[in-house]
């Protein structure tokens, strides 16, 4: 497995730095260690260019030295330019399987780790993409993995079930069934005839059953992969508040979605509601876009 770990000198890159310390990963998998400066002033001020770059290759072999004393394989790169697309070009340059970077920077000179960078890199990386937003420790870790039953989602289950994780880890599988449409939660149905709030019960309950069998083919593969698993579906209008809140209520150190959907009435994986997810979950959130294997 190939990450691209993108790291500066805040406490947020540091943090992203620790978990894929900590973390299983394949055999013979690597990480490449990135820093990108950004200059904001002119470049002709040779004083300023040498202190951000000494900085800079100072944060990746602080990083390379972390992950060497956990085993890890790793090589390191500075680059200059702007750095929402040099993370991304390199990534598909060197042919990344996950690129991971912390939620946010502190400073404008390390604007790279900022939510629209991690934005940028989210939207249009080639490969999954991890965000660090907390710690996680050797053991046993909890998974939320949220599936449409898409192709997409299947490849998420499949990222997890083939992948090491900590002994003990648990994966809960979530699927919203996108019962209605949000514009008609402002409608009053009284106003709907008798055959319209019928093929409205009927859609809700195609929705739900569609994302019943989303959690039952999800959990076999995670199961397939020797963890533990166990899954719900719900109805609702709104997957991004659900997903956060079961997120958040059950603790979970790392959600996982896919990269888009596929169908109008299962926006669940669609890149907005993934990248919400993505930006305002209170854990660390991966989107996979291809096997991570």
Known sequence: MKILLAVDSSAESDLAVK????????????????????????????????????????????????????????????????????????AAEMRADLVVVGSHGVTTVRRFLHGSVARAVLRYATCSVEVVRAETGPGAMKILLATDGSHCSEIAARSIAERPWPSGTEVRILSVAEADHPILATVDRRHFDTSTIEALQALREKALKRAQEAVMSAEKIVIQGGLLASGTAIPSASPKEHILKEASDWGANLIVVGSHGERGLTRLLLGSVSEAVAIHAHCSVEVIRRSST
């Open 19 to 90: 978990v894929v310390a900590v973390r299983p990963w394949p055999p013979n998998s690597t990480v490449e260690i990135l820093s990108v400066v950004e200059l904001l002033y002119p470049s002709d001020v040779p004083s300023l260019m040498e202190t951000l770059n000494q900085r800079a290759d100072l944060a990746v072999q602080a990083a390379a030295q972390r992950l060497q004393s956990s085993g890890i394989e790793t090589s390191t790169l500075v680059l200059s330019g702007n750095a929402k697309a040099a993370i991304v070009d390199h």
